[in-house]
């Protein structure tokens, strides 16, 4: 199995992230990189020792991240993580427990959200609350649309090649396309909960809204590509439940004193919010000179 894992960050988290993936249990021809997608003037040096890094910034998306990557390896399965999650050691045993089916393309790992203590910041409580990165939140889109998210997944090479791999130009949603190109050309999915990752928890509210405004994004590009794929709830509706939602779970949770179901309350709404915002914001990078947000300067 060949992991690869898209980074974009400062050389201290770099080292982190490969600290975390050292621990991983490999068996004979497993390998795992890290591919840096952060554009610098210079790749960084690096020592001969650990988990080695790639330097493959042509394209600021993870997608092109993990192309880049898998072009390098050549094992039969592929392994995709992101660099905010620790995966158990025996991840890549727990995907062959049992072995996939020779028709399956993809297996969605499990996503656990990183623990937070009753006491923890409240959009790190929320956020293990609410299960904000499980697997469970897009499988649930049915048999038709549901996908796992690339946080933790394995594929077949021979699928992957298949059907071209991931769509480089776009900055989210690459999981879903991946996953439903793959359907169409007659591969499956399983699931393997126990071939799990712990993955960090947004900790502040400006992360909390970006990532969901940046999920919202890839909703659109998902749902205009694939009509119906995303479940989409009219403004009008959004907001008149967000109002509800906020001021009816607020009042039931001073009644109970319940903090937990205050920052439901709260912040439940913030995130839809936020994700439908994000419906306005381009998904493909370059962003395309057409854009709105191109012609006024907020995009390069």
């Known amino acids: 199995m060949d992991v690869i894992v898209p980074f974009k960050g400062s050389p201290e988290a770099l080292g982190r992230l490969r600290g975390r993936l050292s621990a991983l249990s490999l068996r004979s021809g497993d390998t795992v990189l890290v591919v840096d997608n952060t554009p610098r003037p210079e790749p960084l040096a690096e020592d001969d020792a650990g988990v080695p890094v790639l330097h493959a910034d042509g394209r600021p998306t993870p997608a092109f991240a993990r192309n880049a990557g898998i072009a390098r390896g ?61 697997q469970e939140d897009t499988f649930d889109f049915g048999d038709q649309w549901g996908y796992p998210k690339t946080a933790n997944v394995a594929c077949r090479r021979a699928a992957f090649e298949q059907v071209g791999g991931f769509r480089e130009e776009i900055r989210a949603a690459e999981d879903a396309d991946l996953t439903y190109r793959l359907r169409a050309a007659g591969w499956e999915v399983e699931r393997r909960e126990d071939a799990a990752v712990v993955h960090a928890s947004r900790t502040t509210l400006r992360g909390l809204i970006a990532q969901q405004a940046l999920w919202g994004a890839g909703g659109a590009w998902v749902d205009s590509v694939y009509p119906g794929a995303v479940p989409l709830v009219g403004r009008p509706g959004l907001l008149r439940w967000a109002a509800s939602t ?47 947000w191109k012609r006024l300067g907020l995009y390069r």
């Open 246 to 292: 906020t001021l009816g779970g607020l009042l039931r949770a001073i009644r109970r004193r319940d903090r937990d179901a205050a920052l439901v309350a709260v912040f439940r709404p913030l995130e839809a919010l936020a994700w439908e915002a994000g419906r306005l914001l381009p998904n493909e990078r370059p962003v395309p000179d057409s854009s709105l």
């Open 74 to 134: 050549e094992a039969e399965w592929l392994v995709f993580c992101d660099a905010d999650t620790e995966p158990r050691p025996d991840l890549l045993d727990r995907y062959f427990d049992p072995p996939p089916a020779p028709w399956t393309g993809l297996v969605g790992g499990g996503v656990i959200d990183e623990p937070a203590p009753a006491d923890a910041s409240p959009v790190a409580r929320y956020a293990h609350l609410r299960s904000v990165m499980s």
